[in-house]
């Protein structure tokens, strides 16, 4: 089991509670694989109700930052949403499951990917994460991300359905997605 650890270790402006997400993320590194060596440590900025994210990597010590707004539940502001923290970090996992994976390739850092690799890194990782636990995943809401960064034709839905259901991929294959899409203008 991955070492976890969550910060701030008590909150202050939301409804959240530390040990609820460090179990949370506990169970999603288990179910994505990740190994047990692992130190994953999320940072969670609670003064910011946005959603963005960030994964930095350095040998097996994992930082994920993370605004608050990504594990509130929409319809109750500032509360927890665990479906949502559970999705997020599905995401992000999966993610970094690729990134310690040798034969996936070496994708840029986070802060260096394009908004279209971005776009669809999600797809491939949040349809992995949906099938492996049964969850919705917000198919609909991820196809849409993805057309406004790979255009809103036939060819960037067939794309998209390739990575949304496609386990295996490496990374020349996430970028072969991006570009041919841009080059198809």
């Not at 040798?102 to 850092?109: A, H, Y």
Request: charged letters at 30%; one cysteine or more; glycine letters at 8%.
């Amino acid at each position: 089991m991955a070492h976890v650890t969550v910060s701030p270790a008590a909150f202050r402006l939301v409804n959240f509670d530390a040990e609820r997400i460090r179990l949370a993320a506990v169970q999603v590194a288990r179910a994505v694989g990740l190994p047990d060596d692992l130190e994953l440590t999320l940072a969670i900025d609670e003064k910011t109700p946005f959603g963005q994210t960030a994964t930095v990597i350095v040998g097996r010590r994992v930082e994920i930052r993370v605004d608050g707004g990504a594990f509130e539940d929409p319809k109750h502001l500032r509360d927890l949403s665990e479906a949502s923290t559970r999705q997020v970090l599905g995401r992000l996992l999966y993610r970094v499951a690729d990134r310690l994976d040798p034969n996936f390739g070496s994708p840029p850092p986070d802060d260096e990917l394009t908004l279209a690799q971005h776009a669809a890194w999600d797809a491939y990782s949040v349809g992995r994460y949906a099938r492996l636990t049964g969850v919705d995943g917000g198919q609909a809401r991820r196809r849409y991300a993805f057309r406004i960064r790979h255009g809103f034709s036939d060819r960037a839905d067939r794309a998209f359905d390739r990575l949304w259901h496609a386990s295996g991929l490496v990374w020349e294959d996430l970028q072969a997605i991006c570009d041919e899409d841009l080059a198809a203008g």
